[in-house]
């Protein structure tokens, strides 16, 4: 299988930072990364497929980047609403997830 | 406005059996693939499986793989997880998943929690 290193497994941001969260996958997965967004005791919500497509009604200042083995979840500048957990998923061969990243309000 | 219903939460002994549900609105149900995600307290997300309802094409995770077994029905627009032998491991929330494509899950079910306790 293909192994997912998210980091960091926690960040604290102020409103209006720029936030970064990286996934590295033990192999090439092209561009077949995806990312979701999960607020506590809620199910997961796609933000981004094939690495930087943005999903449709996603604020703008979410975007994705990278190819290959490494890759990036910036927002822009995060918002009360974007504190939440983000992980990210490989879907070239079996599907795989990160551990996950918890952003919180510093 | 596609939607996935899942059914409400279970609380079982280890050795019973179970299955749960999900019941998809919204879209052609056929041809949308509908899968399986485990989150267990407290961790993170686990893929089980997926099945598109149109033919049967049924896959597993290897993790999952004889632990467990997905079906559909399409008369009734609804996926299945189904356990023969439950264990206190399995005590996790279910999430079902539904996608046009296998690249990645568009829409996510509420969730079904599953407590499995003596």
């Known amino acids: 299988d293909i192994q997912i290193t998210q980091s960091p497994s926690s960040l604290s941001a102020s409103v209006g930072d720029r936030v970064t969260i990286s996934c590295r996958t033990s192999q090439s997965v092209s561009t077949y990364l995806n990312w979701y967004q999960q607020k506590p005791g809620k199910a997961p919500k796609l933000l981004i497929h094939?690495?930087?497509s943005l999903q449709s009604g996603v604020p703008s200042r979410f975007s994705g980047g990278g190819s290959g083995t490494n890759f990036t979840l910036t927002i822009k500048s995060v918002q009360p609403e974007d504190f939440a957990t983000y992980h990210c998923q490989q879907t070239d061969g079996t599907l795989t997830f990160g551990g996950g990243t918890k952003v919180e309000i510093k | 406005e596609v939607q996935l219903v899942q059914s409400g939460a279970e609380v079982k002994k280890p050795g019973e059996s179970l299955r749960i549900s999900c019941k998809g609105s919204?879209?052609?149900?056929?041809?949308?693939?509908i899968g399986w995600v485990r989150q267990m307290p407290g961790k993170g997300l686990e893929w089980m499986g997926i099945i598109y309802p149109g033919d049967s094409d049924t896959r597993y995770s290897p993790s999952f793989y004889g632990q467990v077994t997905i079906s559909v029905d399409k008369s009734i627009n609804t996926a299945y997880l189904q356990w023969t032998s439950l264990r206190a491991s399995d005590t996790a929330m279910y999430y079902c998943?539904?996608?046009?494509?296998?690249?990645?899950?568009?829409?996510w079910g509420q969730g079904t929690l599953l407590t499995v306790s003596s």
């Open positions: 998943v539904s996608s046009r494509v296998l690249d990645y899950f568009e829409y």
């Open positions: 919204g879209y052609t149900f056929p041809r949308y693939w």
């Open positions: 094939t690495a930087s």
